[in-house]
């Protein structure tokens, strides 16, 4: 797998993360209302997801995400950055300003 392969994996995971969040917190519901002659209708409520299932590939697919995360932290640790293997941090020019006298002159 390639770095960016990587990287669209983990947002993939991070979206399908946060839709099983959305299922759990509203968990999608079936409704039927029912009315007898006269009387006051009757809604029934049933789940139509098992939220012990949502919980178990919630928790597998966040186990999957923090280990392809420590991977790609491991990997950009051990590879060079290609055009500038050269140098380090110490290294890098970053263009400093000479002291500057400001003296106002007045005409």
Do not use: C, W
Request: charged share 35%; net charge neutral.
């Amino acid at each position: 797998m390639t770095l960016n392969e990587a990287l669209e994996a983990m947002g993939l995971y991070k979206a399908r993360l946060g839709e099983l969040n959305n299922l759990r917190l509203q968990n999608a519901v079936r409704e039927d209302t029912y009315s007898y002659g006269e009387k006051t209708p009757f809604t029934k409520k049933e789940p139509m997801y098992s939220i012990k299932k949502i919980d178990k590939l919630h928790n597998k697919l966040a186990k999957e995400l923090r280990v392809l995360e420590s991977a790609v932290k491991k990997t950009n640790a051990s590879t060079d950055v290609k055009g500038f293997e050269n140098k380090t941090i110490d290294q890098i020019d970053l263009g400093e300003l000479d002291e500057f006298d400001f003296t106002p002159t007045v005409k």
